[in-house]
């Protein structure tokens, strides 16, 4: 069974930076695409960035030039730095394989508030 865990997230000031980490097991991690998503109050999850096997990336409009992900494929573990970050950038985030966002099972995810 595959296991996510996030963590890194937290409190920052608009302009501020975090990075975020998520551990994966179960898996062959370093075959699968994996990325991150995020949930905001009240609207539904979206993707915010992905990194395939071979590390090409690939990022949501909002995020470009902001957020970078990648991954370390000894430690199973894909990261997610985030850099001037936006109020609007507040929300729960969640890291999955691509391929089993489908099945709609998640970790717990970490919270990232930005404010003042």
């Known amino acids: 069974q595959v296991q996510l865990v996030e963590s890194g997230g937290g409190l920052v000031q608009p302009g501020g930076s975090l990075r975020l980490s998520c551990v994966v097991s179960?898996?062959?991690?370093?075959?699968?695409?994996m990325g991150w998503y995020r949930r905001a109050p009240g609207k539904q999850r979206e993707s915010v960035a992905a990194?395939?096997?071979?590390?090409?990336?690939n990022y949501a409009d909002s995020v470009k030039g902001r957020f970078t992900i990648s991954r370390d494929n000894t430690k199973s573990t894909v990261y997610l730095q985030m850099n001037s970050l936006k109020p609007e950038d507040t929300a729960v985030y969640y890291c999955n394989v691509v391929s089993r966002v489908r099945y709609d099972d998640w970790g717990q995810g970490t919270q990232v508030t930005v404010s003042s």
């Open positions: 179960g898996t062959m991690f370093r075959i699968y695409e």
């Open positions: 990194i395939t096997s071979g590390g090409r990336t």
